[in-house]
């Protein structure tokens, strides 16, 4: 029984560890307000996920980077740059869901 329950948490942490990925390198298309939060849009994403919406990312307004990581995103768009970011959940707005980024883990422009 101990065995079986041992097994059972390592399972669940691997898979937890394990859960959501990078958005792979992308042009943002097209960056939108919605609900103060930042959607960003690219046809070059992965969708870690499995969310519904695989070409648009958002990047919730309460997270604690917010300002800094739309600076940087602002600035990627307006060169032509390319974003990658980190996602390990799906958000969802409008009925459909989308993945999440955080401003605080992986954000990168090249």
């Known amino acids: 029984m101990t065995k079986n329950l041992i097994s059972a948490v390592l399972m669940l942490m691997s898979s937890t560890v394990l859960a959501g990925g990078s958005i792979t390198w992308g042009e943002i298309t097209a960056i939108a307000f919605q609900n103060k ?21 958002i990047l919730k307004h309460t997270d604690s980077n ?11 768009y307006m060169s032509g740059k ?28 090249k």
């Open 37 to 57: 939060d930042l959607m960003l849009y690219s046809d070059d994403w992965q969708n870690p996920n499995g969310c519904e919406i695989a070409n648009a990312v």
């Open 66 to 76: 917010f300002d800094k990581a739309y600076s940087l995103i602002l600035a990627a």
């Open 82 to 109: 390319k974003v990658v970011a980190w996602s390990d959940e799906c958000l969802s707005f409008d009925g459909k869901t989308y993945n999440h980024i955080r401003g605080f883990k992986y954000l990168q422009v």
